[in-house]
């Protein structure tokens, strides 16, 4: 097993589908707490924060992604992510979580 030579570019490839995949599960979730409040009969002015809410946190969601996966496009081998882009992501799939929550009650 000590002689098996590791291909550097698989890495970095599998994290960019990683970082793809997410933002497609994001848009999902953001999709269907749009569809949870356009489907009320009656739609009340909390519903339409936490809707636009979700949305901003998405558009968030989607710059942090989007400057991540080009940055690992740049430079070979990519550096590592930073803590602000790992709390940024963390913060908006929290607060998506939270607006979701708060449509659904």
Known sequence: MSGEVR???????????AWRRTTLAFTVAAVLAARQVVHREE?????????SLSALVWLGFLTV???????????SPP??????HALGA?????????FAVAIVW
Do not use: F, K, Y
């Open 7 to 17: 291909d550097p570019g698989l890495q970095p490839e599998r994290t960019r589908l």
């Open 65 to 75: 992604a989007h400057r991540r996966i080009r940055a690992m496009a740049v430079t």
């Open 90 to 98: 963390a913060a908006c799939t929290l607060a998506l979580a939270a």
């Open 43 to 51: 739609i009340e002015s909390g519903d339409l924060v936490a809707l």
């Open 79 to 84: 550096d590592a992510l930073s803590p602000a």
